[in-house]
């Protein structure tokens, strides 16, 4: 998994949440033979062909479902999608069928709702709504290259961020000068123990928030050429980095991520999958995580020409679907001494709630 910095900086842990939202284009049907009558089988049917873009809705689940992150040191932080984030991706399809995310766009007109619940940080506690004022593009891996938004909140005026060449320039209204830093430090300003404007840290919060999204999108790269497999070996078990010398208090010396296909036989519409970490060190990023999350209500739709025009995990039909998380753990461990471990109490983030993901082609 790859991130814009190498450390987990507290509140930063939500970041790094494994969600598998552009895992759902590698999964294709590979035909569903349904004849046990004595018939001669259908030919196996040929896989939709994957189209090098898609368009894009993360929104909400049925019943408006909030995603919701109770962080150390922080506060409770609810997530709502209101009318969703939209845009687009451009894909690479190799002749394998694999795929491989290029770049990404976050259309103007995209909102979301944001709201913190914190006795560490009472200054900004509230309510933000992060308007999508010039698209935001980004290629995978980093930070955006371009765009600009406003995070309008309880705190007072609205707060613009603009995407420059080497970071972000923050706009506060009475504030003769922007604001510029680097993107990391921006989003260092949230937990900094220095004299911060609320507005500023505020707005250093609902950008991380988007920089939370964006990781939607790139944390699915190690299971994008996996997820046709698990239907036909479910349940895929990978062992997890190992302690080598004592584990964090509680915790195995070497977990596990288990990924289980909850259908039956080929996949279909309606489908499901779980990944399930149980004490999953990951030693390059420090963490440690437990619990699990779903991929729920599969969606597929291919035309007459075999292209995959419609794929995601999301309510349909009156059934709910998409990308839940219960009870889903991230710890930061520490190491005290050589080969000793123990997590740090004040960065520990635990996850519940979802949203849904559709991809449709444009």
């Known amino acids: 998994m790859t991130h814009t910095s190498n450390k987990a900086f507290g509140w930063r842990m939500l970041l790094m949440i494994p969600v598998a939202v552009m895992a759902v284009l590698s999964i294709v049907a590979t035909g569903h033979d349904d004849s046990d009558n004595g018939e001669l089988p259908d030919p196996p049917e040929i896989p939709a062909t994957i189209l090098p873009s898609y368009n894009y809705e993360i929104g909400s689940q049925v019943g408006d479902l909030t995603l919701n992150a109770s962080v150390s040191g922080i506060g409770s932080i609810d997530v709502a999608f209101g009318d969703t984030l939209r845009g687009s991706i451009n894909l690479d399809v190799s002749g394998a069928g694999e795929v491989t995310l290029l770049n990404y766009v976050t259309d103007a007109g995209?909102?979301?709702a944001v709201t913190l619940e914190s006795i560490a940080l009472p200054e900004i506690d509230g309510t933000y709504t992060i308007n999508v004022t010039e698209a935001l593009s980004s290629t995978i891996f980093d930070p955006p290259t371009s765009g600009a938004f406003e995070v309008v909140s309880s705190l007072g005026p609205s707060v613009s961020v603009s995407i420059t060449g080497t970071g972000v320039s923050v706009t506060i209204p009475g504030n003769p000068v922007p604001f510029e830093y680097t993107w990391d430090e921006f989003m260092?300003?949230?937990?900094?123990?220095?004299?911060?404007?609320?507005?500023l840290r505020a707005a250093a919060l609902a950008t991380g928030i988007l920089e939370f999204v964006y990781e939607f999108f790139l944390n699915a790269a190690d299971v994008l050429d996996?997820?046709?497999?698990?239907?036909?070996t479910s349940p895929v078990v990978e062992e997890c980095d190992m302690f080598m010398g004592s584990p964090p208090e509680g915790a195995l010396a070497q977990g596990e991520a288990v990924v289980t296909y909850l259908g039956t036989g080929d996949l279909f519409p309606g489908d499901s999958f779980e990944w399930n970490f149980t004490d999953c060190w990951f030693e390059d990023f420090d963490e440690l995580r437990n619990g699990f999350f779903q991929l729920s209500n599969y969606i597929e739709e291919v035309d007459a020409d075999n292209n995959l025009t419609r794929i995601g995990f999301a309510p349909s039909?009156?059934?709910?679907?998409?990308?839940?998380?219960?009870?889903?753990?991230?710890?930061?461990?520490?190491?005290?001494?050589?080969?000793?471990?123990?997590?740090?109490?004040?960065?520990?983030?635990?996850?519940?709630?979802?949203?849904?993901?559709?991809?449709?082609?444009?």
Do not use: C, K, M
């Open 188 to 199: 260092d300003l949230v937990d900094s123990e220095d004299p911060i404007q609320p507005e």
């Open 110 to 112: 995209s909102t979301l």
């Open 317 to 362: 039909g009156g059934t709910n679907g998409g990308i839940s998380f219960f009870g889903y753990r991230i710890e930061e461990t520490v190491e005290l001494t050589l080969g000793v471990y123990q997590i740090d109490p004040l960065n520990v983030v635990v996850v519940n709630g979802g949203f849904s993901v559709l991809f449709t082609a444009p």
């Open 226 to 232: 996996e997820l046709e497999v698990i239907v036909a």
